[in-house]
């Protein structure tokens, strides 16, 4: 069976300029892009990711 879960894919080396940006560690940009945490941070980091550092939403298929 297949899971499809929504992320966030942003282009190399935005990662670091997001954390330097919002003053946050890589695992919580990670965790944010991912939609494993959904606190205000996240998505601040989120917003962020898609207006002004080239994010795009897709999905990922997990097979289960």
């Known amino acids: 069976m297949a899971i499809r879960r ?3 894919r942003v282009p190399v080396g935005n990662v670091q300029r997001i954390c330097t ?3 946050v560690g890589k695992s919580a940009v990670y965790n944010a892009l991912a939609y494993n945490s959904l606190s ?3 998505q601040l980091i989120r917003k962020k990711a ?3 550092y080239g994010g795009v ?3 990922k298929i ?3």
Do not use: Q
Request: net charge negative.
């Open 50 to 52: 898609m207006s002004d």
């Open 40 to 42: 205000a941070s996240a």
């Open 21 to 23: 940006d919002l003053g």
């Open 6 to 8: 929504k992320i966030i």
């Open 57 to 59: 939403e897709t999905y």
């Open 62 to 64: 997990i097979f289960a």
